[in-house]
């Protein structure tokens, strides 16, 4: 059993700043891509930022310049740093990572819970 636990989701105003984090846990052999995505009421999931396992990052343009995504391998951690929040920015955001666990020769893709964000104008 793999789990993701979010946490770091809030309320802030405009032009403030939040950092989430991620933690897998469970029957993990390894750990790929990892990312982050967002979902505001009435509208499609998108992807925000996503990371390789070697730490390379790519990012939405919406957010590019003003989020960071960063890993730790040896804690099995995956964090968003967001600055210069805007009240677009308003979604739940969701954990993604690709696992393969020590049971399974198949790379699996798992979801956290989801953690609410509202920027406030």
């Known amino acids: 059993q793999v789990q993701l636990v979010e946490s770091g989701g809030g309320l802030v105003q405009a032009g403030g700043s939040l950092r989430l984090s991620c933690a897998a846990s469970g029957s993990i052999f390894s750990i790929n891509a990892m990312g982050w995505h967002r979902q505001a009421p009435g509208k499609q999931r998108e992807l925000v930022a996503a990371i390789t396992r070697g730490g390379t990052p790519n990012y939405a343009d919406s957010v590019q310049g003003r989020f960071t995504i960063s890993r730790d391998n040896a804690k099995n951690t995956l964090y968003l740093q967001m600055n210069s929040l805007k009240p677009e920015d308003t979604a739940v955001y969701y954990c993604?990572?690709?696992?393969?666990?020590?049971?399974?020769?198949?790379?699996?893709?798992?979801w956290g819970q989801g953690t609410q964000v509202t920027v406030s104008s």
């Open positions: 993604n990572a690709r696992i393969s666990t020590w049971y399974s020769g198949t790379i699996d893709d798992y």
